[in-house]
């Protein structure tokens, strides 16, 4: 098990929120994903739904009646949130949320990087973020699949002072993991001439692959057909407001 209790280092993806138009639909799709149970956001006005894992913090669910697709966001830890949403923007991003209190729980901003992929800034007060993370059920790992790989590789090393790193275990991917200046990997970029816009993917931890991809599409969703990779057995999956993200079983 993974239980934090504390605020992860600079640069790690420590929060994920969902962003859809359809608050309820999705709340019951992930309860029967997941096995989720929900706690609005204790802030004095409607901010969403923090969803739980064994009554633990690990994702939240906010309304955006405007948004026409759903989708999911990751949110990199940071003891400055000001300072690094403006370094964002100085770097080659875009402030799209400016720095806002959540309430006590936290100091928060989205931005886009300069590749035009969405994330969020995260500096925890009394909510961490994520409080269980790797294991069944939660968040594991977050990936940048871009067309345009070198301008986002030398951002996020500006930003985060981030190393980079090969991967030699799959060679037919144009893919550099990401590293903390104390070595830990906490994610990667991937190249792809594939993919027509550029966005940081989500990977849920879970026990059966097969299995979740079955109850993706009994409740309203879609699954690509699991398959193994080095790593794990993954599914891609797609939310019915269409949100996508991956599910994986490590071997």
Do not use: K
């Amino acid at each position: 098990m993974s239980e934090l209790s504390g605020n992860q280092p600079e640069g790690t993806p420590t929060w994920i929120d969902l962003r859809t138009p359809d608050r309820d639909g999705a709340l019951a799709f992930y309860r029967e994903l997941f096995g989720w149970e929900y706690e609005p956001y204790p802030t004095g006005e409607d901010r969403g739904t923090v969803c739980l894992l064994r009554g633990r913090p690990v994702a939240g669910i906010v309304p955006d009646p405007d948004r026409a697709a759903a989708v999911w966001t990751m949110y990199f830890a940071t003891d400055d949130c000001d300072g690094t949403a403006r370094r964002a923007a100085e770097t080659g991003g875009r402030l799209i949320e400016p720095p806002a209190d959540l309430a006590d729980h936290a100091r928060t901003a989205v931005v886009t990087d300069s590749v035009g992929a969405r994330f969020g800034l995260w500096q925890g007060r009394t909510r961490l973020g994520s409080e269980i993370v790797n294991e069944p059920d939660s968040l594991v790992r977050n990936d940048l699949i871009t067309p345009d790989p070198e301008p986002a590789r030398a951002f996020y090393t500006e930003l985060f002072g981030f190393t980079l790193d090969g991967n030699n275990e799959v060679p037919e991917l144009d893919f550099t993991f990401l590293r903390r200046p104390d070595g830990h990997e906490i994610g990667g970029i991937i190249g792809s001439s594939d993919v027509p816009t550029s966005a940081w993917g989500t990977l849920f931890a879970v026990a059966d692959t097969d299995a979740v991809a079955r109850r993706a599409a009994a409740s309203g969703g879609l699954s690509t057909e699991p398959e193994d990779t080095p790593y794990a057995r993954m599914a891609t999956v797609t939310d019915p407001s269409g949100a996508v993200f991956s599910v994986g079983t490590a071997p």
